[in-house]
């Protein structure tokens, strides 16, 4: 599995846009990029996932670069709830996921 | 169930005891994940079953540690002569194999205190 690389934290205003990095230079041409949050106290959720296309679905939409080096998962309407620490993991999925740290999101009001 | 359910929530106990952590998966679900997470950290990966596959055991930090998953059902994770680094919480996930990396779905996971 590729090695991924997120900010450890970012703030975002209620209300707007969330747009929240990873990188993953080394990719492979199988693996996915998948992306989970985890709300404090809670086990991670998964929230969407792509190969090279743009994906998008009613939580999120995830945004490829075309050398698929490096993503960015987008929450577009950022609420209080979508406080969380976010994982970005590129892998083939074949075998167990690998979670890094993550990013810390904070919603402000 | 409609979801993954792990017992107990939380578990207390003394340096040298032997624990025990239960997962129910999601019926139907044939791949099986425990995770750990100590307090601020990211998660863990312990041990994947999937399906009558000999399990992948990579994650299991020492021999202290060992898990077991009857066909597709229940799966116990021992924890031997407890220590305080054990302190953590365990998390277990299910999945459908052919679901790959997007379908993990997870329980609240295990508070365990090693005091």
């Known amino acids: 599995d590729a090695k991924t690389t997120q900010p450890p934290s970012m703030d975002c205003a209620e209300g707007r846009a969330a747009n929240l990095p990873c990188n993953h230079s080394t990719i492979s041409g199988n693996e996915y990029v998948y992306w989970y949050r985890q709300i404090h106290s809670q086990g991670p959720q998964y929230i969407i996932h792509?190969?090279?296309n743009n994906e998008t679905n009613e939580m999120a939409s995830l945004i490829i670069t075309e050398d698929r080096k490096s993503s960015t998962l987008i929450l577009p309407h950022a609420t209080l709830r979508d406080t969380a620490v976010y994982y970005c993991i590129a892998d083939t999925g074949r075998r167990a996921l690998t979670f890094g740290s993550g990013t810390r999101l904070q919603v402000q009001p | 169930g409609a979801g993954v359910s792990q017992s107990p929530s939380n578990k207390v106990t003394e340096k040298g005891k032997d624990v025990e952590l239960r997962c129910d998966p999601i019926s139907g679900h044939t791949a099986l994940y425990w995770y750990r997470q100590r307090l601020g950290q990211g998660l863990e990966f312990l041990i994947y079953?999937?399906?009558?596959?000999?399990?992948?055991k990579s994650g299991l930090p020492s021999d202290r540690f060992s898990a077991e998953r009857t066909g597709e059902s229940v799966s116990t994770l021992t924890i031997q002569r407890t220590q305080q680094e054990d302190s953590a919480v365990y998390l277990c996930a299910s999945s459908l194999v052919q679901d790959r990396g997007y379908g993990y779905t997870f329980g609240s996971g295990t508070r365990l205190t090693v005091v």
């Open positions: 792509g190969l090279k």
């Open positions: 079953f999937q399906g009558n596959s000999a399990p992948d």
